[in-house]
């Protein structure tokens, strides 16, 4: 029998003093809200939800059910999730599940602890009392006693105690959102244990959750027909006791001590209130938040194709605030919108229905590789200001992966800094498992990209006549076939007569032809096959399709490449030449295959050249 507690506020406005209604104490837990209702409701509007199922994998090591705190019987259980190779301090991610304060449990985030420790983060997932057993602020306490038991034992679990982060969806993300918002204020710290010890966060990750209980956006408080969440949470209705409300929102205390935050957020605008409020005080303090929105229903977090890009989009953000070489004032100021979206409404074209596989890692080298991809996406880095041009983005990684931070999202980041608006494209990988013609669906996808771009081009402030794209290595590939194949309709089934001709190309070490004596044969075969005829060989060898409409191209290459021949990039830009393409081209004596934004054997900055291209051909 759980221990019913009531819990005395003793802490508000001048620790004035407040009794609460005990009627939603139940004492027995509410299981109303569990993985498989979630998937019940969420595939009757996205039927293409698939369940993410716990992953034990031999490199991580799995602790279950140990206790971070007891007060008098009751013993508040934690688990971890961490690799098994000792490196250096590690960062710790804190998961707080959701369940409207009341419902749900820890076990729903196991699959996202195991796929974060797979990716070097320290995971724990703790429980906390809900309003079956107790009221606010006793939840409060719990996460903030689950946090300061981490950082007693950061040694033991090879952490770097100054960074802790807190993450958490729905009623969890509020949570999250609350540990970042009441950093050092003591009467938040509530009776729990190891109270000599700091339960400072070092950032926070909200998905989906709100900021502000009483604020035009939010749905909490509704009793009409039942007993709101909020309600049940607080003992008080919004009209009994607004203060009361308010003084549980995260938005309420958020001020200068608030560490960096994401928000992970779905179509649910109700589920994310007072965000933008929240934004915007942080703004003030030039402190970094980052906003990544899916067009996905709420559960989102707990299954594909949502998860494996939350986890990517959380791996890349807590990079980027531990990274010690970045500012960050320079980091908020350089904050860009970020929204991911599907590349098709409805079945993707050219495609054989099977489970999503796409799976992702980060190799030693620190560089995150998806692979298996057969849902695409297109994910938007809007910066605040927006010049009207934007690039689409093509990862390379010989048609096999995508090197999805460092010829990708990381690119897009600079591009915001010049004020370009980003695409960061996630195509389709050529797969004979989850395609029917492979060497089409990257094509499909860019045009498809170009196309949507253009369709929206008023309403994302874009000038439909300044769309850029780009590609690294087989990105390159993707990007010069999108550049010479634009009178080709890749997906014959679609009626949109929308023009898919990119304004401009730039190839970053690009593969550019499938001739044999200097094709890179590693993409070609992952694209055509290993036996490819004639004629689909001279289709996708795109120093053979330049004409004088080709757009303008820049192109960067290294003399010394050993992956992709420089012969690729003076093929196609002798070519350009030959049909007075205006195009541009730099090569670097060494250098080799794959530097990405930093060729580290030269001063120069070929992003700096780009520039001032980008300027002459406006």
């Known amino acids: 029998m759980i221990k019913i507690s009531i819990v005395i506020l003793f802490f508000l406005s001048h620790f004035f003093v407040f009794s609460q209604s005990t009627k939603g104490i139940t004492g027995k837990p509410d299981t109303s809200y569990s993985l498989y209702s979630a998937y019940a409701g969420t595939i009757k509007t996205n039927p293409e939800a698939k369940i993410v199922n716990e992953s034990h994998s031999p490199g991580t090591v799995e602790e279950k059910n140990i206790a971070y705190c007891t007060i008098g019987s009751r013993k508040f259980l934690i688990d971890a999730f961490f690799p098994k190779q000792q490196s250096s301090k590690r960062i710790a991610v804190i998961i707080v599940h959701g369940g409207g304060w009341r419902t749900g449990n820890r076990t729903l985030h196991y699959p996202l602890a195991q796929r974060l420790a797979d990716l070097g983060y320290v995971c724990f997932t703790p429980e906390y009392r809900l309003s079956t057993e107790a009221l606010y602020p006793a939840g409060v306490y719990d996460v903030k006693s689950s946090i300061r038991w981490v950082r007693k034992n950061a040694a033991k679990y090879n952490i770097d105690p100054n960074k802790i982060v807190v993450a958490g969806h729905s009623a969890g993300g509020e949570l999250a959102a609350m540990m970042g918002a009441t950093n050092d204020i003591a009467s938040f710290e509530g009776d729990g244990c190891n109270k000599n010890i700091s339960s400072k966060v070092n950032a926070v990750i909200d998905m989906d959750g709100l900021l502000a209980f009483i604020h035009p956006e939010s749905g909490e408080g509704d009793d009409s027909k039942r007993t709101s969440a909020a309600t049940n949470w607080f003992g008080y209705s919004k009209i009994e006791n607004p203060e009361l409300w308010k003084q549980g929102s995260p938005l309420t205390h958020t001020g200068p001590h608030t560490p960096p935050t994401l928000f992970i957020n779905s179509n649910v605008a109700r589920m994310h209130a007072g965000r933008d409020d929240y934004i915007n005080v942080l703004d003030k303090y030039n402190i970094y938040t980052e906003v990544r929105f899916f067009d996905a229903p709420h559960s989102f977090v707990l299954f594909e194709p949502w998860f494996t890009p939350m986890v990517q989009t959380m791996n890349v953000f807590l990079k980027k605030v531990f990274d010690k070489n970045i500012n960050s004032t320079v980091m908020a100021k350089s904050k860009a919108q970020i929204i991911e979206m599907p590349l098709y409404k409805g079945a993707v074209p050219n495609s054989i229905a099977v489970s999503n596989k796409e799976n992702s890692t980060t190799g030693v080298d620190g560089v995150t590789r998806v692979a298996k991809v057969s849902v695409p996406s297109l994910t938007m880095y809007k910066p605040a200001n927006a010049n009207g041009m934007s690039i689409i983005i093509c990862p390379g990684g010989g048609y ?38 492979k060497s089409l669906a990257p094509l499909q996808d860019a045009q498809q990209a ?110 010394d490449d050993a992956g992709v021949p420089v012969e690729n990039s003076i093929r196609f830009y002798q070519a350009c030449v030959k049909n007075k393409v205006p195009v541009g081209m730099h090569l670097y004596p060494h250098g080799g295959h794959g530097f990405g934004l930093n060729n580290k054997t030269t001063t120069d900055n070929w992003m700096e050249r780009l520039k001032n291209w980008l300027s002459s051909i406006k």
């Open 400 to 437: 096999s992966i995508l090197a999805i931070d460092k010829e990708g999202t990381k690119v897009a980041e600079e591009f915001n800094k010049w004020g370009i608006t980003a695409f960061v494209l996630k195509y389709r990988l050529p797969d004979d498992s989850f395609n029917v013609d």
């Open 450 to 559: 170009i196309r949507l771009i253009r369709s929206n081009s008023k309403e994302w402030a874009i000038n439909k006549n300044q769309i850029g794209i780009m590609g690294f290595s087989a990105g390159g590939h993707l990007a010069s076939t999108a550049a010479t194949h634009f009178t080709f309709k890749a997906d014959a089934t679609n009626n949109d007569t929308t023009s898919v001709r990119p304004d401009f190309a730039i190839l970053l070490y690009p593969v550019i032809s499938f001739d044999t004596t200097f094709a890179h044969v590693g993409s070609r075969n992952k694209l055509i096959g290993t036996k490819p005829t004639a004629d689909k060989t001279a289709f996708f060898s795109n120093e053979l399709h330049v004409t004088s409409n080709t757009p303008p191209t820049f192109i960067v290459h290294a003399s």
